[in-house]
């Protein structure tokens, strides 16, 4: 089992035995892998400690005692045998290794995941020091997906050495219209998010992924690919499927040309696992990475297509009547609003969801589009467009279970992190705020107008600055980067909703030019 351990991880054991021999340990315990990881400065390990902000003065018991750095030849049967928790801690350093990515084997970072994992004084001592498990987690997922490492030249990777000529022929066929196929699968998508939804960032991230798929490849036999390439003579290139000649519209292309991509990726995937098991790992990753753009994507296609031009948004509630709910609706839209939200705080769910349900009706008569506030379950049931979540409301995953892919949900953001974390999860659009002091919702602290540049910068989807927004700070707004609005009291407790609704509307339109 241990072969499947970095060198640097096999470093660290090793390390940890001798540490253990040096204090006269009677078997090697998790504190000396420990002191072992914290000692290699140039580790994974240390490199995510501190990365985390995890201060490692301190993790030790005491200073460690300075033993001889074990040569190569230096046999293991010296050293005291594992204690049982060290065993525990190196079993779930193998179990997250192969959870988080099967192709790289165990690292040091997941020496640490496995140390935390197993319990015990270890984990509570990096516990105190402010590691926490998920956020670990985390980082090593984040690292495999942004990047996977460095992918050898091909002259270094043994070409594939396979017994019988014929088989090597069918496997070059297969090997060779795979790998095309992903290539051109990724290049119809990466057109999408170039074109379509003029997105650099996704753009990027897809070329980035051709490029190593094309690293891939070039890991292949490429001589022995083009030799064995029989187009005329494949029974494939006739035969198509049903839905295959025709596409109803472009996202139709888009959503079948991931799927081509990712069973390429996953023929290349499996038919490497013949001759080069690393290969087969790193085209594995892509696939993961590609399930990733294709959930990021697909997200912003929704948001595009229900709310690429709009700017106002507005949300209504907490009316005493039905009567005052439906006029202020109608109001709204009247003088403009492109989005309505119902937000009702405090009445029986059967009459919030009596009352979303005219909304629905009145919205869908004028092609507005209707989000429910904070509840999946009243959104679909009144058949709303979509819903809007909080930091505090049930999470994007669980909310898309309830109102299905196309549905938008948007999701409350108050910092960087959350805006980060909401779009990972798949957001379709994002409220940014409060900006200002609001007279609907009462808060600790402000975002404020960083918090909207940031948002400017940091994404390509639509989002809403929210707070106290109104005609007199509306400039400001589009100053910082703002092109949409959400906003309730500028409208709903305004004299004239839908004059008020209508002068930020044109604002908005003016400043979108
Ligand atoms: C567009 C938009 N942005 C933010 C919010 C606030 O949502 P949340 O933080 O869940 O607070 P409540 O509105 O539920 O009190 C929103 N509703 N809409
Ligand atoms: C619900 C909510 N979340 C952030 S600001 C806000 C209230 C928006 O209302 P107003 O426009 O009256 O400040
Ligand atoms: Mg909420």
């Known amino acids: 089992m241990r072969e499947s351990f970095t060198a640097g991880a096999q470093r660290a054991i090793r390390r940890a035995g001798q540490l253990a021999r040096s204090r006269g340990g009677g078997a090697v315990e998790p504190i000396d892998l420990l002191s072992a990881l914290v000692e290699e400065g140039e580790s994974r390990a240390s490199a995510l400690l501190a990365e985390l902000g995890v201060r490692v003065e301190g993790l030790l018991p005491g200073a460690v005692e300075e033993a001889e750095i074990p040569g190569e030849d230096e046999d293991e049967r010296d050293f005291p045998p594992h204690s049982h928790e060290l065993r525990l801690a190196l079993s779930d350093a193998a179990s997250k290794a192969r959870e988080l990515d099967r192709s790289q084997g165990v690292g040091t970072e997941h020496l640490l995941v496995g140390l935390l994992a197993a319990g015990g004084p270890v ?63 990724l290049r119809v998508v990466e057109d999408y998010a170039r074109f379509v939804l003029d997105d650099p960032g996704l753009t990027r991230r897809l070329k980035d992924v051709r490029h190593r798929l094309g690293e891939g490849i070039r890991g292949l036999d490429v001589d022995r690919l083009l030799t064995s390439r029989d187009t005329p003579g494949d029974v494939g290139t006739h035969i198509m499927a049903a839905d295959e000649g025709a596409r109803s519209n472009a996202r139709a292309v888009l959503v079948a040309n991931f799927k081509r991509t990712a069973e390429a990726l996953r023929s290349l995937e499996e038919y490497t696992k013949i001759t080069d098991q690393w290969l087969s790992g790193r085209f594995e990753v892509l696939r993961y990475d590609v399930y990733t753009i294709e959930k990021r994507m697909m997200a912003a296609v929704v948001a595009r297509q229900g709310l690429g031009g ?78 809007h979540l909080g930091q505090e409301d049930v999470s994007v995953r669980d909310a898309r279970r309830v109102v299905g892919p196309n549905a938008l949900i948007g999701v409350s953001t108050h910092e960087p992190a959350q805006l980060e ?62 092109s949409r609005v959400a906003v ?26």
């Open 123 to 185: 984990a509570d001592r990096l516990s105190r020091a402010g590691l926490r498990a998920e956020a670990l987690m985390e980082r090593i997922a984040r690292s495999i997906a942004v990047d996977p490492g460095p992918i050898p030249m091909s002259e270094d990777i043994p070409a594939p050495e396979l017994a019988d000529p014929g088989e090597a022929d069918d496997l070059a066929r297969i090997l060779d219209a795979s790998a095309n196929r992903a290539r051109e699968g």
């Open 310 to 387: 709009a700017r106002l948004y507005v949300l209504v509630g907490g009316l005493p009547t039905l009567g005052d709910l439906t006029w202020v609706v109608e109001e709204a839209i009247a003088g403009g609003a492109d989005v309505i939200q119902y937000r009702e705080k405090g009445l029986p769910d059967r009459v919030i969801l009596h009352r979303a349900r005219e909304v629905r009706i009145l919205t869908a008569q004028a092609g507005v589009r209707f989000i429910m506030n904070d509840r999946p379950d009243l959104a679909r049931l009144a058949s709303a467009d979509g819903v």
């Open 421 to 482: 974390a909401a779009i990972r999860d798949g957001a379709n659009y994002l409220g940014v705020g409060p900006v200002f002091p609001s007279e609907t919702k009462a808060f600790d602290a402000l975002a404020g107008l960083a918090y909207v540049r940031h948002a400017a910068e940091a994404t390509n989807l639509p989002w809403f600055a929210i707070g106290g927004v109104d005609e007199s700070n509306l400039d400001q707004l589009l100053d910082a980067g703002a």
């Open 488 to 513: 309730s009291s500028a409208v709903v407790r305004a004299e004239r909703p839908r004059a008020a609704a209508s002068a930020l509307k044109a604002r908005l339109v003016e400043a979108a030019g």
